[in-house]
């Protein structure tokens, strides 16, 4: 096997290139032009970079941590691909083993989470995939899933022309993301629209969310293979931005920032250290904010999975991030009577049945804040907590979540320490 490489841009700046070895070892190097552009660089990740410190950040670029990797890609990039039946698939496709990370990313890389293309590095210039167009494959053999999405569950990147929403075969951006219904969970995608409406009646950040039948469903491999008669769940994507041209907009995961890799989504990441990360040098008290509902609302809806790669930072301001809107919210405990906990730490705590309204002031405390500031977060979480009382069981009746489900849902938050 030769060298292989692939020039990583970001929108129309390239940042590096990353370097597939015959030995399977694959290197990240960041370009000298970009480092060059100080404070004017789009950030890739915030990994890589200190907002309003540009000392800091041509030191994070330089450090050759994190940035090389054998047979798997360097984190940052393994996290943009998927995990799960997803991923087994595409490589099934490819011919290629599913740990070969830098061959699914340069078959992939037209159509990646966020801004990140990747072209092969000895591409013409007139060739290279551009802001808001994939790369249009002449192969007949070629894989019919041409994207990247992050996470376990089967999803496909799907474009909505009117009523209509079409597979991505790699002349457009999808602009909606489209989860199947699930054999293993019933009505999964009805709860997770329930869950997904009632936080935005409580004041959350999330995109448009849908229950689509079927028929409105074109080029879906394999329809036959999921429960019949079963709606589909659909999400509007945030990274990709509503023009008609359908633009990239740059987002990561928090994997991404805190050099993870997807394995490591549950254990080595606390809730204080996101909602440090989000004061210094995301969207500081407006973005905790939002975080304080989010967290109060996990726990009393039942969402035990809220893990670092349902948590992602969004590149409105190419040079500073902001806490991306919601997604991957589901009251788990719809499913099962083992799910007792939170996804990570919050102040020691993860059991549902002991996170009460002292818990998140020691959070809060943690992370800094005190007297007044304290204390209009803890006013957000108790009147996140009366919102979700009140919006929940319509929102869930909305999608017709069966009766079962709805008792659960209820059973647990009748229990939760934070409803008194």
């Known amino acids: ?10 929108g129309d700046v390239r940042v590096g290139h990353l370097t597939h070895y015959p030995d399977e070892k694959t290197i990240f190097a960041v370009d000298e032009a970009y480092i060059g552009m100080g404070s004017a660089r789009p950030i890739l990740s915030l990994s890589l970079a200190r907002p309003n410190d540009d000392a800091a950040s041509e030191e994070l670029l330089r450090d050759e941590r994190h940035k090389s990797a054998s047979v798997k890609a360097p984190p940052f990039f393994s996290n943009l691909l998927p995990e799960g039946g997803l991923r087994t698939r595409i490589a099934q496709s490819l011919k290629v083993h599913e740990e070969r990370e830098f061959l699914l990313l340069a078959a992939l890389g037209a159509d990646l989470p966020g801004a990140v293309i990747l072209n092969p590095a000895d591409t013409p210039e007139y060739l290279r995939f551009k802001r808001g167009a994939a790369n249009v494959s002449t192969s007949d053999e070629a894989s019919p899933l041409k994207f990247s999405l992050g996470g376990m569950q089967m999803k496909f990147s799907m474009l909505r022309q009117g009523e209509r929403y079409t597979l991505n075969m790699g002349t457009q951006l999808g602009n909606y993301i ?6 293993d969970f019933a009505a999964l995608p009805r709860v997770e629209a329930a869950t997904m409406e009632t936080a935005r009646a409580v004041g959350i950040d999330v995109p448009e969310v849908l229950l689509l039948p079927p028929e409105q469903i074109d080029g879906l491999p394999d329809m036959g293979a ?3 008669g079963e709606a589909f769940y659909a999400i509007r994507r945030f990274d990709r931005s509503e023009d008609t041209g359908g633009g990239r907009i740059h987002a990561e995961d928090f994997a991404q920032v805190f050099n993870l890799r997807p394995s490591q989504k549950y254990g080595r990441v606390n809730y204080e250290m996101i909602a440090q990360t989000l004061l210094r040098y995301a969207g500081g008290l407006s973005d905790l904010k939002e975080m304080a509902r989010r967290l109060a609302f996990n726990v009393l809806i039942g969402n035990g999975d809220a893990h670092i790669k349902n948590w992602s930072l969004i590149y409105d301001n190419p040079t500073r991030p902001r806490l991306a809107p919601a997604y991957d919210l589901v009251s788990t405990v719809a ?6 906990s939170i996804a990570l730490n919050m102040a020691g705590v993860r059991r549902f049945d002991a996170i009460t309204l ?4 020691a959070l809060f405390a943690r992370i800094g804040l005190h007297d007044r500031i304290q204390e209009e977060m803890l006013a957000e979480v108790r009147a996140t907590i009366k919102r979700v009382r009140a919006a929940w069981e319509s929102s869930f009746a909305a999608a017709s979540v069966p009766d079962d489900l709805v008792r659960k849902v209820a059973a647990h938050i009748g229990g939760s320490s934070l409803v008194g």
């Open 1 to 10: 096997m030769s060298v292989q490489s692939l020039e990583v841009r970001l």
């Open 335 to 340: 499913y099962t009577t083992h799910d007792t």
């Open 178 to 183: 489209v989860k199947p219904p699930s054999r």
């Open 358 to 361: 002292d818990t998140f002031a």
């Open 226 to 228: 999921y429960p019949q």
